[in-house]
């Protein structure tokens, strides 16, 4: 079953494409960002986290971009596969044990 | 799901009945977080806890109380469940307060 908003903006890609998932985040004393995605049903799972002394890191078929000066992080996924769907969202640590997550944005990956 | 399991996956009940909701972990982690999803906000933290027997409160935490009498085992508890309850409940787990933390499957509670 559905476990976030109906309503959440929808990415579509062709497979193989690249993505690009968007974020921007609220206080500009967050000095640590992380990545989630989430299929139907399931718990959020972590995909990259990157410090706010960094502006890139790069995992497995995943970059993520930090933007300080607008307060933006960008999730980069290569080669999307069609495992890729989801529902992805940005998480920024606002001071100890406080994050705030955002909303997410829904991947649909075209056959 | 990184060793953490919640149960019930899946309870309905009734307007001011107790509910009590399980997370059980298996990495021996110190920090223990309840957090709630609803279609058009984010994860909101509920409560959360630093080791055996030290919780504290997040920001939507009215209405719930939660324990942790040993590491493997956070529970929360609807006291008299409301509609206003209707969610799905995640708990999280970190190893320190300042790194990623890793959820559970979730469970949906519907209030009737």
């Known amino acids: 079953g559905e476990s976030v908003g109906l309503h959440l903006p929808t990415l579509s890609v062709q497979e193989g494409d690249n993505s690009i998932i968007n974020c921007a985040y609220s206080?500009?004393?967050?000095?640590?960002f992380i990545w989630y995605k989430q299929e139907s049903g399931k718990g959020p799972q972590f995909i990259i986290d990157i410090r706010s002394n960094m502006d890139k890191r790069q995992g497995q078929r995943v970059t993520v971009l930090l933007n300080k000066t607008v307060k933006h992080l960008s999730l980069q996924i290569a080669a999307t596969q069609p495992g890729d769907s989801a529902v992805y969202f940005c998480?920024?640590?606002?001071?100890?044990?406080?994050?705030?997550f955002g909303t997410g944005t829904r991947l649909k990956v075209l056959a | 799901d990184a060793g953490i399991t919640q149960s019930p996956r899946h309870k309905v009940t009734e307007t001011g009945t107790p509910v009590t909701l399980r997370c059980h972990q298996t990495e021996n982690h110190r920090y223990m977080y309840w957090y709630r999803q609803d279609p058009g906000h984010g994860l909101r933290l509920i409560h959360y806890?630093?080791?055996?027997?030290?919780?504290d409160k997040g920001e939507v935490s009215d209405g719930y109380s939660v324990s942790r009498s040993k590491t493997e085992d956070f529970l929360l508890t609807l006291e008299s469940a409301t509609s206003s309850q209707t969610s799905v409940y995640f708990c999280?787990?970190?190893?320190?307060?300042?790194?990623?933390?890793?959820f559970g499957p979730g469970t949906r509670l519907t209030v009737l």
């Open positions: 806890s630093y080791g055996v027997k030290d919780t």
């Open positions: 998480a920024e640590n606002t001071g100890t044990y406080k994050y705030i």
């Open positions: 999280a787990i970190s190893s320190t307060d300042y790194n990623e933390q890793f």
């Open positions: 206080n500009s004393a967050s000095d640590y």
